[in-house]
């Protein structure tokens, strides 16, 4: 095959479908792609992404939306 019609070949070629959203991050609000993984939690669902870059501080407060207390001695 000549170089020119590979190049009116992949030219002509149908484009590849975009992967359909099944869900949003809740963190990030980015799609969640059908195959993708991702975390299901209570407050919703969560992407590897947002995650893997997350502190246990900010896991807490963004997903299990607790906050942060000081102590004080009565």
């Known amino acids: 095959m000549s170089s020119l019609a ?12 975009a992967p359909r959203a099944v869900s949003l991050c809740c963190v990030c609000s980015e799609p969640i792609s059908e195959g993708e993984s991702y975390w299901d939690t209570a407050v919703g669902d969560v ?14 407060e963004d997903v299990c939306c607790e906050k942060i207390n000081i102590a004080t001695k009565d």
């Open 47 to 60: 992407c590897c992404d947002c995650l893997d870059g997350m502190t246990a501080a900010a896991f807490l």
């Open 6 to 17: 590979k190049i009116e070949r992949d030219w002509l070629a149908a484009p590849e479908a």
